[in-house]
């Protein structure tokens, strides 16, 4: 099985070297833990260091604010857009109506853009904005059932998306928030993580902040919470250091 580096410091070494192929991994934690950054590092890690082109799709950041952070980190969006290495698909949302009714339009959209790239990462960012959006049922001004607005729905849709990737081989991150951050937590509806292939839990107990392998199909992963930091640089995973699984909240 072929591996892809994530292009994370640190973190190939708690997995064997990467991410399997063409799996979809789930990165969750609560705000501020470091879940952008994380999708935003390994498109552009792969687009920079492995020559591997990415899409980064974002439902919860303006672009300016998605630049903001290349910046921050030193990262040099335009010249890999220019050659072609990394691409930012804003969804539109509008309102959940519209949104609903668009979303397996954008789904061709963006599939049609990781084909044209040959793009090989995709990060989505995040399932919970796409899950809150939908959650609530949608009904017309008639009274008929547009979207019937619950987890199975979510579900179903996440995973169309994710196999529409792995059919191109495409190694996929979907970020979650967790609701209440509990360290038992690892997704927003409590369905996402049995229909990935990996999840990823971070956490920011402060000053510290940790990560977690929960699962990892195929990989004989670390089972320790391993400390990570956010500097300049972007995130740095401590393979060698460990954190107390009862140190965490
Ligand atoms: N240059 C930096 N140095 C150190 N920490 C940073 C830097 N840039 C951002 N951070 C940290 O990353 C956090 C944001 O991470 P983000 O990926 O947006 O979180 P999430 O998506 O999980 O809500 C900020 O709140 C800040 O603590
Ligand atoms: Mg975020």
New binding site residues.
């Given amino acids: 099985m072929r591996r892809v580096p994530t292009g994370i410091p640190g973190l190939d070494n708690i997995i064997q070297g990467g991410f399997p192929e063409g799996s979809t991994i789930l990165v969750s ?1 609560g ?8 999708a935003l590092q390994y498109v552009y890690s792969g687009a920079a260091l492995y020559n591997e082109p990415g899409v980064f799709i974002t439902f919860e950041e303006s672009p300016k604010n998605i630049l903001w952070n290349l910046q ?2 030193g990262w040099d969006y335009a010249s890999l857009n220019k050659q072609g290495l990394m691409k930012i698909y804003r969804v539109s949302i509008d309102t959940p109506e519209k949104f609903a009714a668009t979303w397996k339009s954008q789904v061709d959209n963006i599939i049609a853009m990781v084909k044209e790239m040959g793009a090989q990462r995709v990060a989505l960012d995040s399932i919970t904005a796409l899950g809150m959006l939908l959650a609530e049922p949608i009904v017309s001004k008639e009274g008929a059932e547009l979207w019937m607005g619950n987890a199975l729905a979510i579900r179903t849709m996440i995973k169309d998306f994710s196999d529409r990737l792995k059919e191109l081989d495409v190694t996929s991150v979907f ?1 979650a928030g967790t609701k209440e951050d509990k360290k038992t937590e690892f997704s927003t509806f409590g369905v996402e993580e049995f229909i990935v292939d990996g999840v990823i839990r ?1 956490y920011f107990i402060p000053p510290r902040r940790a990560i977690f392998v929960r699962k990892m199909r195929g990989t004989q992963h670390s089972h320790r919470v391993h400390p990570m930091t ?3 640089k972007g995130i740095e995973v401590h393979a060698n250091d460990e954190i107390l699984w009862e140190a965490l909240k």
């Fill in positions: 934690g705000a501020g833990t470091g879940k952008t950054i994380f921050n980190f970020t971070l956010i500097t300049e």
